[in-house]
């Protein structure tokens, strides 16, 4: 389970342990159980929630719960129980004891300018597994490294553990330490931090909190289930009452710094996957099309494309160069891309040199579309 490959390990009665490796389900052998049985896994989860009192009531009254535990000199396990078919079955993420850095995660350089940021708004997104939490400690840690700064995150569960470096960083875990985002996000605002981690945006007394803490000075990093980031907008601002919409837009404009999206890509040597990664930066000209909305011509993708030379990249440029060098095949970059249509025009040489896309048209069951789908809410 500690192999840097596992990225999850799956717990169900009736059939053996399954661990997820680069995306891919694989079954396991664990001597002496061939196949989980109902009381296995009960038994496994009841070892697991131990004596967390609030998992214990949530698993009760709402099916599921959430808990972390800790593996000593092996990893951390973000862990999720909840019931089917009145029975128990438990997926653990596995979480690194080492946090990562953004060189050895392939990140794009750029990133690294977020740890000198003052103020303002970060967000980290992409579907479930594309490496956000791996992303925001990278960069938590950098900020740690570089800057005397008190750190505050508020997460569920915690994940990367933080040691002091040249920041002090208090790490407060939801319903151990806390009992909501939006209670510990007002709080933090009179705890004197310098930056805010908050998990995951998931309401909008959140986001009204961050977007409050971001304008006072603050700097607020913290994660979204969406795809990229036109998706990002429309779900920060879809979350608001219509007429309240254009005075977030106003909001978001003045205080977003960057918007960061993740996609997990298999490689074509068939080890590994590559992060292709989206970012968008706060300009003149992307503020105006978040403020204003997008139009024909006024697009935060055209902006992207745009704007290289301010470390912009979008979704489809970067599967162009992921084909182009080889570590992707032309049929993964389709399906996994924003527009196939359009980077199919932009690789015709390519295909014109043999290059196969016979069935690579991503349709409404695609990868891509699989992911949006499946996307938590």
Known sequence: MASKHVNDLFLSPGCQPYVKIDGELVPIQVPGIEILSAEDTARIAADLIGSNRFAVQKLKEDGSCDVSFSAPKLARLRVNVFTQRGTCAIVMRVIPTSIPDLVSLNLPSELAKTADLKHGIVLVTGPTGSGKSSTMAAIIDLINEKKSYHILTIEDPIEFSHKHKKSIVHQRELHSDTPRFDFALRAALRQSPDVILVGEMRDKETIEIALEAAETGHLVLSTLHTIDASSTLERIIGMFPSNDQQSIRNRIAKSFRYIISQRLIPQK??????????ILKATLRTREYVLRGESQGKSLIDAMRDGSNEGMQHF?????????????DLQTGLAFATNPGNLRLELSDLMENGGNTEDAEPSSESVLAEAEMGIER
């Open 316 to 328: 489809d440029g970067e599967m162009q160069r992921l084909i182009r060098s080889g570590v992707i």
């Open 269 to 278: 040597d068939g080890y590994g996957r590559v992060a292709a990664v989206e």
